[in-house]
């Protein structure tokens, strides 16, 4: 089996039950009428969220006779509907189907899938692949966890903002936070590297943290990590790049950063880590789902979850070319 099939998974005849869970309310909410209709004719089970938890819930209840359960809004409702298979046990079993309905939609954009009608061709008819899944003290996350005041950002971005400005709002409510941002004094452990690395500790005050499952936090290279590694990219960005970021233009500022070497800038490549806040409870977004707490823990299931990827998915993104150094 070569490198491409490792993380193949083959699904038969793609028949059985397929659930699709549906929030109205994401993105611009213009979605809807297009969404029914496209899954009612393929036979899906529509299932619309109503209030916090239904994304979860309504997964949970039906992956145990479900082959696939679809998530059709932003990365909160992907996130929502994985953490149900997840909590059904039914991650060997079911297959998630991503229909990109909000926002950002950066996990969707990370698979492959390229908007409704492409996503609906996708799980009829696209590859399945094993993927590692995200776990953050117990709750799953696909694509990134982020803390400082990037999740901050992410709180405080108002319906109205994304709407108008898209994903560039959440870019404009980090600059515009940072001015009143108190930083994190945090302590940050990761685990041995993948080539024999040793576990190192990184004890500061950041800006922010980010942790990347299937995201990566740059603008030069492709915004796609390599989600089948059983390895997360933590990038520290230190308080000190503070001045740097309000020195310039909100997403040129947030670009040049990540995209030159700095001394504010930590990154690493590790299979889990730990954050430990020395001051209070700091405020950590999975997903755009958020989570509170004074202690983190991370760590990958590898290879855990089933999902159907459009045609321009590559499971390694950079093709073993060297381009994310360990640094300390």
Known sequence: ?????????????????????????????????????????????????????DAKRFARDAAPDASLVAAAGGDGTVNGVANGIAAADELETTTLGVVPAGTGNNFASNIGIEGLEHSFA??????????????ANERAFVN????????????????ESKAELGVLAYVKETVDTIGSFDALPLRVKTAEGPNGEA???????????????????????????????GLFEVTIVAD???????????????EGLFDRDSGSIVRRRTPSLALESRDE??????????LETE?????????????????GYQSDPDNDDGRWPFRA
């Open 281 to 290: 409870a700091v405020e950590y977004s999975l997903d755009g789902e958020m």
């Open 199 to 229: 576990a190192q500790m990184w004890e500061g005050d950041a800006l922010f943290v980010l942790v990347g499952n299937c995201r990566r936090f740059t603008g030069a290279r492709t915004a796609q990590a390599d989600v089948e590694d």
């Open 240 to 254: 000190a790049a503070a001045t740097e970021l309000l020195g310039g233009a909100a997403l040129e500022a947030l």
């Open 144 to 159: 990134s966890c982020v803390g400082g005041v990037t999740a901050e950002a992410s709180s405080e971005t108002s319906t």
């Open 1 to 53: 089996m070569d490198s491409d099939d490792a993380g193949m998974r083959d699904d038969g005849d793609g028949t059985g039950d397929r659930v699709l869970v549906l929030n109205p309310v994401s993105g611009s909410g213009d979605h809807v009428d297009d969404v029914v209709e496209l899954a009612a004719n393929r036979g899906f089970e529509i299932r619309r969220t109503e209030e916090a938890g």
């Open 122 to 135: 996708v799980i009829d008819e696209g590859r399945r692949r094993e993927i590692d899944l995200g776990i």
């Open 295 to 311: 202690h983190l823990t991370l760590e990958t299931d590898p290879n855990a979850l089933t999902v159907a990827v459009g045609d």
